[in-house]
């Protein structure tokens, strides 16, 4: 991942302009093998989708695996990313992955108590979006850029 030294910019604004500068266009265009990919990937979801109709623990064992970001490594290292490119994504999941977490015990508490579904989930993503903030901040602090420029 990027270093810096400078921890005074705002993780806001740097997400703006890293937002900015990918190109839309490209992203949304599809090509056969993206297509490719999309099914091979959505395929993965349902059938742990599937999977869980009959064991939830399998299902959760099946979703803690890190299925999606080995077949986006996968893709990217067949798409001709660069080493470099593919352990910055690798170390970035990793730290990304850490605000997540609480939301895996704070949900079902939520729902245990008698919260609705979509008012837990809700509540879970502003806690997820807030850890996020705050990893990229203390990170910065020491010296690991999760949002360069």
Not at 8 to 24: D, F, H, L, T
């Amino acid at each position: 991942m990027a270093k810096t030294s400078d921890c005074k910019a705002s993780p806001g604004n740097e997400v703006s302009a890293a937002m900015s500068n990918i190109p839309w266009q490209q992203v949304f265009s599809f090509t056969p093998s993206d297509l490719v990919k999309l099914f091979l990937s959505a395929a993965i979801i349902v059938i742990v989708n599937k999977v869980q109709l009959f064991s939830d623990r399998l299902s959760a064992l099946l979703i803690a695996l890190p299925l999606t970001s080995l077949v986006a490594m996968v893709w990217m290292q067949q798409g001709g990313q660069t080493p470099q490119r593919i352990a910055n994504h690798a170390e970035g999941t990793f730290w990304f992955v850490l605000p997540t977490l609480p939301m895996f015990l704070f949900l079902p508490w939520m729902l245990r108590q008698g919260y609705a579904f979509w008012t837990s989930l809700a509540a879970n993503c502003l806690l997820t979006a807030v850890l996020f903030w705050l990893t990229v901040v203390v990170l910065r602090r020491f010296g690991i850029d999760l949002m360069p420029g």
